[in-house]
């Protein structure tokens, strides 16, 4: 099976209450790792891929790594383009393979915001590419760039933003936030679901996308201490809300965090009970085993596709 696009993906998330699970790749046992929990569990599938992950890995050894994924599974993977930051980098992807792209405006104005979105959807839907936008902004570190705090998506311009833009999905922000640290030490983790009902009202059937939405698992944080790291407390999206926006309009949950913590803390207990070791394949094994079981949980406890390929 080729790669498809996320539209028969989300209509029928949208329709039947659960959300396609959106996980960043970075080198093959992220691929093997996400793949292989996706096939056991029947899920579909979004692989996506940021500007710093297109740096690290070349965009053509993560376009034959999913290639590879297509062939060796046979289920129904998306590739989409993570956060795109302009036009070039959509379009590099858009004709590299790539069947969806987001293009990040979040940072424009408004009408820039627009502006650009519409430039980049006609030039994907020309070619068969789906394109996600976002309004609002999150919090947290990405990339190189460090958002301080949130701007939630206002539900009054949503309307007007996909009827100019055409996009295909809409990430709104109503209080995720991306990297490992998305509430304070002692704060109460909220999100905003009264803006997400609101934008929902204002465009029905369409897919809604959350980004920023790690869980920061404690026993994860917890390894990772426990085997000689030194993170400071970290707190995530609980899977509980996660589970109740799944089944609502969002149809895409980005998970990349959660997909860190558990790879890092498998390397850091490999080293510290086998600390003789030094064959990559040794400590990149249980790494795989982590993405993979990680995924899986996101599929069961959060996402709900479990089946639905
Ligand atoms: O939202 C950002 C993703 O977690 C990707 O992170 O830009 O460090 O690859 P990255
Ligand atoms: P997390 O940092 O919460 O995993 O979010 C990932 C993300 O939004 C990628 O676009
Ligand atoms: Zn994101």
Redesign the pocket.
Known sequence: MPLVTSKAMFERAYKEGYAIGAF?V?NMEIVQGITEAAKEENAPLILQV????RKYAKHVYLMKLVEAALEDTGLPICLHL??GPDFETCKSCIDGGFTSVMIDGSSHSFEDNIALTKQVVEYAHARGVVVEGELGQLAGV??DVNVESHSYTDPGQVQEFVEKTGVDSLAIAIGTS?GAFKFKPGQKPQLRFDILEDVSRRLPGFPIVL?GASSVIPEFVAAINKYGGQMPDAIGIPEDMLREAAKSSVCKI?I??DLRLAMTAAVREHFATHPADFDPRQYLTPARTAIKEMVRRKIVNVLGCSGKA
């Open positions: 960043n970075n940021s500007a710093g992950a993570d956060h990405e990339d991306h980004h980005n990349d965090s």
